[in-house]
């Protein structure tokens, strides 16, 4: 059971800040940091040369190299934000966990997260400390025992379902919850008083200004 809130309602840009700069880039998570947000949400594909690269549409990319995609930033760029910033790395499909936990084990305040749940048990066979989410997009029965089950420690819904009972349930096995993607000022105001710990949204400077204002 979660015995105290987070010092504040965080504010995570969602795959940085993509209205001002291209997303999934280093320029939109600076961009999201430099507005003031917590941190910030980012997609995660291997490439068929094992290279990590930060990228979210479809799976053609990864039948690709490093060298046909040399434009894609690399996983391994995200160290310069060890330490400045919570980043949820949502890994786009299993498979390559191995190679993800070596490259992220060091960094801290890194969340690992996947719409494909076998995700989190495959990386705690390479290592026990790195925090865990689970991202879904309806409604789960029984979702806090669900992730629980998982070992997750963070829940991040579809913001449309989610609801003061869902996130009293995640509460009490200590999983916080940040849905994703509210970008509205109806919609964060919503979410807060329905007891969430955050949102990850498009638009992280207009959040964190709703939040200083509110």
């Known amino acids: 059971m979660i015995s105290s809130k987070l010092p504040q309602f965080l504010i995570f840009g969602h795959r940085g800040s993509p209205k001002r700069f291209p997303e ?32 979210h549409d479809d799976d053609v990319v990864e039948s690709q190299s490093s060298e046909q995609c040399p434009s894609l930033p690399r996983v391994s760029e995200l160290a310069r934000f060890a330490g400045r910033a919570t980043m949820i790395l949502e890994v786009k499909r299993c498979g390559w966990e191995e190679l993800l936990v070596e490259v992220v084990r060091d960094w801290p305040d890194v969340i690992l997260a996947s719409f494909d ?9 390479y290592d026990a400390s790195i925090p865990l989410g689970i991202t879904i997009h309806g409604s789960i029965v029984n979702v806090a025992s669900y992730a629980a089950g998982l070992g997750a420690t963070w829940c991040f819904p579809n913001c449309r379902f989610v609801d003061a009972a869902m996130v009293a349930s995640l509460h009490e096995r200590g999983i916080r919850v940040v849905p994703w993607t509210a970008n509205h000022p109806h919609e964060w105001e919503r979410l807060r008083e329905a007891g969430c710990d955050g949102v990850i949204t498009d638009f992280p400077a207009e959040a964190v200004a709703w939040r200083g204002n509110t």
Do not use: K, Q, Y
């Open 24 to 55: 999934n880039t280093i320029a939109s998570f600076e961009e999201a940091l430099r507005a003031g947000a917590d941190g910030f949400e980012t997609d995660l594909r291997v490439l068929s040369d094992r290279v990590p690269v930060l990228f």
């Open 117 to 125: 749940h076998e995700l989190l048990p495959a990386v705690r066979r």
